[in-house]
């Protein structure tokens, strides 16, 4: 091994060998050799994670409104550059899922008036000047009231919101002797 080739010298910056056999790792950068510290690992900012996670993020909407959004932890991930499981070990060291729950009992959520408009609807009166019985969607309820989609849906089916709605829209039907 007499010199280095030209394109070493320039990929590394150390001079060329002029007839003296020089290692290579003496001219090269000093790197740790082996797995990283576990105190090198992914770095994200942990108190603005924990808050999105906990709180959620209100996001403007069209109307001059804001609409509060619980992102997943796929998308946090994305966002900070760690893997998805990183974001996952972080929740649940933290107990994030329990005190999410705790924090929705605190904020309390009428499910009385969502499952009455659920069931009865609500009365509007159409430009004819009929009055037509309404019901609102789930998306609509969700955005109202700050509670996901399936959430709703779940609630829906527990209270048995559709089958009473349709019991009190069906005629009763009456028998006269």
Not at 65 to 75: E, I, N
Request: with cysteine; aromatic share 6%.
């Amino acid at each position: 091994m007499k010199g280095y080739s030209a394109p070493y010298s320039r990929k590394f910056n150390f001079p060329r060998n002029r007839g003296r056999v020089r290692p290579i790792r003496a001219c090269m950068k000093k790197r740790r050799r082996g797995r990283p510290a576990r105190s090198a690992g992914p770095t994200f900012p942990r108190d603005e994670v924990k808050r999105i996670l906990l709180e959620g993020e209100c996001v403007p909407q069209p109307g001059g409104s804001s609409r509060r959004v619980f992102p997943g932890q796929r998308a946090l991930a994305r966002r900070y550059g760690v893997s998805p499981s990183t974001i996952s070990r972080f929740a649940q060291r933290l107990g994030i899922a329990a005190t999410r729950l705790a924090h929705r009992a605190r904020t309390r959520i009428p499910w009385d008036q969502i499952e009455r408009l659920l069931v009865e609807g609500t009365l509007h009166q159409h430009q004819t000047g009929k009055l037509v019985l309404v019901f609102p969607e789930l998306a609509d309820l969700a955005t109202e009231f700050e509670v996901s989609v399936p959430a709703l849906a779940r609630f829906i089916k527990q209270q048995r919101c559709l089958e009473r709605r349709a019991a009190l829209l069906t005629p009763a039907s009456v028998t006269v002797e």
